[in-house]
């Protein structure tokens, strides 16, 4: 911790609230960008001066805790956590359903027993239902299991880290008393209001897209419904074009009739004016057949006598 200590004063060591401020403003950037994110960010704080202040204030964010016991493989053994929450919300399923009426008083005291501890412990986690993108744990001294899981799982540790602690296995080191409730207590106010600032900044991008989303959804149904107007349109048209087709036909037929009617007169009057001589010819031939015929019969009598 050195790099970190200002001096030392009647064997105490003072921080230097310099670098403090920079590791803060630097740990809470962080925060922002993975609450901006939609990712969880899990406190750890154990310790008796800590419990309250960071159950308070993370409640408020709606961010995972662990302010009792740490319980051990919480992040190595996740699966097996899981259980355990899901068995609480079994317990919580039963009490609503009816199943608590067919169990004894003892058998009910059993299970009610058990669930309050169970809540105790992992009641601040039951909405975790993945590991956590980060943590920030209040005095890595003390936590030093949760920061070997961290580790080990490479997720990234956020931490107040005084002058008996080791800030290496330490990600973002905040440099700070974390004895004392009014620096945890500053500290974690700071912390919390970036994480609400990135989920504020998270709600305002869901809404401006689910805004854009609603826009070109209404720009789509009008385009859509301009494309059917004018296919109506047309259909309407080529329904309206079908309709006066037979319309236009029979004027057609009206208007030809006349012309056929002359036309048919014509050709009438042609094959009776080329039928004229013909049967002239015809009949001049006949009336000589007609007037040969008795001089070659008086002539055959002749010569019969």
């Known amino acids: 911790m050195s790099p970190y200590i200002f001096m030392e004063k009647n064997g105490i060591h003072i921080i230097d609230l310099n670098k403090t401020e920079a590791k803060l403003e630097e740990a809470a950037t962080a925060m922002k960008q993975i609450a901006k994110s939609g990712r969880k960010i899990l406190f750890v704080a154990t310790k008796k001066q800590a419990k309250d202040i960071v159950s308070e204030k993370v409640k408020e964010i709606n961010m995972p805790y662990v302010t009792e016991r740490w319980p051990g493989g919480m ?45 105790k412990n992992l009641g601040s ?93 209404e720009a789509k149904a009008a385009k859509d419904k301009d494309a059917k107007a004018a296919k109506d349109k047309d259909a309407k048209t080529k329904r309206e074009r079908v309709k006066e087709q037979p319309k236009a036909e029979q004027v057609k037929k009206a208007e030809a009739k006349p012309t056929e009617a002359k036309a048919e007169k014509t050709e009438k009057a042609a094959e009776v004016k080329a039928e004229k001589p013909e049967k002239a010819a ?17 002539k055959q009598e002749k010569t019969d006598k």
């Open 75 to 119: 992040l190595t053994n996740f699966p097996t956590i899981r259980k355990a929450v899901k068995k609480m919300s079994a317990i919580d399923k039963m009490a609503t359903d009816g199943t608590f009426e067919n169990l004894s008083k003892r058998e009910r005291l059993q299970i009610a027993r058990q669930r309050a501890k169970l809540e």
């Open 125 to 217: 986690i039951s909405d975790l239902t993945r590991l956590p993108a980060a943590m920030f744990i209040v005095d890595v001294h003390k936590e030093y299991i949760a920061v070997r899981e961290a580790n080990r799982l490479n997720i990234p540790v956020f931490a107040m880290v005084d002058t008996n602690s080791d800030p290496r296995p330490i990600d973002f080191p905040i440099p700070s008393n974390d004895d004392a409730s009014k620096s945890i207590s500053l500290i974690i106010d700071y912390v919390c209001d970036a994480v609400a600032e990135g989920l504020g900044e998270r709600k305002m991008e869901k809404e401006k897209e689910d805004k854009n989303a609603k826009i070109a959804k």
């Open 282 to 298: 015809e009949a001049k031939v006949e009336k000589s057949e007609k007037a040969e015929e008795p001089k070659a019969d008086a």
